[in-house]
């Protein structure tokens, strides 16, 4: 049997003003596994987030969070259905501390004994932030506002975390810890939906993916699929 899908977009197209950016794009993230959306500058991978979101709003087509669609619902209506969502640029609230950016990610969650299990886990899995939980998150370095982001999306406790770029802007070393974090949350069970550039990587973490080109789906397959795939590579990545 088929794994169950956490999120599924259904023929969406979606637009700016005048500009056609995604064009029936139809994808499924499966629930418990790490799915990516690989594909380069400006293919659109940031409005499908964001069309999820609510925040670009599809023409057309449907998107489901466990069967229940999302079409209309408002920003925050989305978060309660269960997406939570690691902006490009990380974004971090720079003058607030550690904790209180924690904090934002759980603004849903009324009982102050589950959010502080909940910081407590985000403490487990970067404990650098638990050394840190007082510090202004805007004085930090890159690789540590990374975290403090990660984790904010942690907060929600989603039933699927978007993540887009994560490792841009980020030094080598810091990239690499950076996918081992995103796998390891994926084995505590979070489903992940992975926006990305970087294809080696990316690859060697997801089990399913898709390849964005001008707005379409190009290309979809196991991450093994995809890694062999040696038209995808010269046609997209180079
Ligand atoms: N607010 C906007 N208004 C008008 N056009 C936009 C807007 N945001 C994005 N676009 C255009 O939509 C297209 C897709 O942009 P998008 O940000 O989704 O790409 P992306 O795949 O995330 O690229 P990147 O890897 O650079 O982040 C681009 O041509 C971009 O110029
Ligand atoms: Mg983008």
Redesign the pocket.
Known sequence: MATASALELKNIYAA??S?D?LEDVSLSVPAGKITCLL????????????SILGL?PPRSGDILVDGESLIGLPTHKVISAGIACIP?GRKVFPKMTVVENLRLGAFQESSESVIRDRIDQVFEIFPRLKERKGQLAGTMSGGEQAMVSIGRGLMAAPKVLLI??PS?GLSPLFVKENFNIIRRINEQGITVFL?E?NVHQTLAIAHYGYV?SQ?HVVAQGTAKELSENAEVHEAYFG
């Open positions: 700016y003003d500009a950016v594909g380069s500058n400006g293919a659109g991978k940031s409005t499908i987030i964001r670009t490009e887009d770029e841009l926006v550039q964005l707005g």
